[in-house]
């Protein structure tokens, strides 16, 4: 466990065996704990067996529990590779200060509550946990890198995708936003198909002038500068990660050819595919 500083701890778990360790007296109730499995499948076992929570790759978990010290054991499934952050709930709290409404955690008398949640991690996070393991950082600044990259996730997690909703008469209906939060998972739902706006429309039952207008109040891009970039972070992770090579990558998502993808990739990034591995 690498202890960034009082009330912050990062740990890069790392198994080839079915089992990993560790130490729940490191822990406290007044943590907030996330985890990222990035490689396999780990099991968090609570109560000496009688509840299991699984995550696999590319899904994160954040545990909260102020009444009741959390303890598990961990088992893993083949090669696995899971970062998990611990970080005190009142340090967490100071980093979103007045954002901190927007939290659900955070809410209120929330911070007197438990809270379990599974999701899927995105694509610009999963960059950031590539980085993390991958970087062969000094020992002198290891800590400030962690600490910035903690921070990094942080933000990138609890960003305000709906800062301007109130603002947006096409989104104001709650049944509209549902709608609209529908089009965004049509778009990451399948990488390698890029959805015409005439689909989505279709698919989610709401016009195109209102999915136009809603989308990009509440994300802040148009649909399709939104799945460009979605894209690109996924590429991006694909890239770090080594398992495919440029064209491979360009196919997987649904680019029309290499060399178009070689182009928007440079377009958004700076760099191209193969100066962007050399970088990295």
Do not use: W
């Not at 301007?164 to 939060?181: A, G, H, R, T, W």
């Amino acid at each position: 466990m690498q202890i960034i500083e009082s009330g912050f701890k990062f740990i890069i778990n790392q198994s080839i065996e079915n089992t990993f360790e560790i130490d729940n007296s490191e822990f406290s109730e007044t943590d907030v704990q996330f985890h990222f499995c990035v490689r396999g499948k780990v099991n968090f076992i609570f109560n000496s067996g009688n509840y299991i929570m699984p995550i696999s790759k590319g899904e994160k978990l954040i545990l909260f529990n102020p009444n009741d010290k959390l303890e598990y054991s961990l088992e893993s499934s083949g090669v696995t590779e899971l970062i998990s952050i611990f970080i005190k709930i009142d340090k967490f709290h100071n980093l979103f200060s007045e954002n901190s409404i927007d939290i659900t955690f955070l809410k209120g008398d929330n911070k007197k509550n438990k809270h379990y949640d599974k999701d899927f991690i995105s694509p610009s996070v999963s960059l950031i946990l590539n980085q993390m393991i991958k970087h062969d950082t000094p020992s002198l600044t290891k800590k400030l890198y962690l600490k910035a990259k903690c921070y990094e996730i942080f933000s990138l997690m609890f960003s305000a995708d709906s800062s301007e909703m109130n603002k947006c008469p096409v989104i104001s209906n709650n049944d509209n936003l549902m709608k609209v939060k529908k089009a965004k998972e049509i778009i990451v739902r399948d990488v390698s198909i890029s959805p015409t706006l005439a689909e989505i429309s279709e698919e989610i039952e709401l016009s195109l002038k209102k999915l136009k207008t809603g989308f990009k109040s509440v994300y802040g891009k148009t649909v399709h500068e939104f799945m460009i970039n979605y894209k690109i972070d996924v590429a991006k992770t694909l890239l770090i990660e080594g398992n495919y090579n440029i064209n491979e990558i360009s196919l997987k998502l649904g680019f029309s050819n290499c060399s178009y993808f070689i182009k928007v990739f440079k377009d958004k990034v700076g760099l191209t595919p193969k100066v962007f591995i050399t970088n990295s």
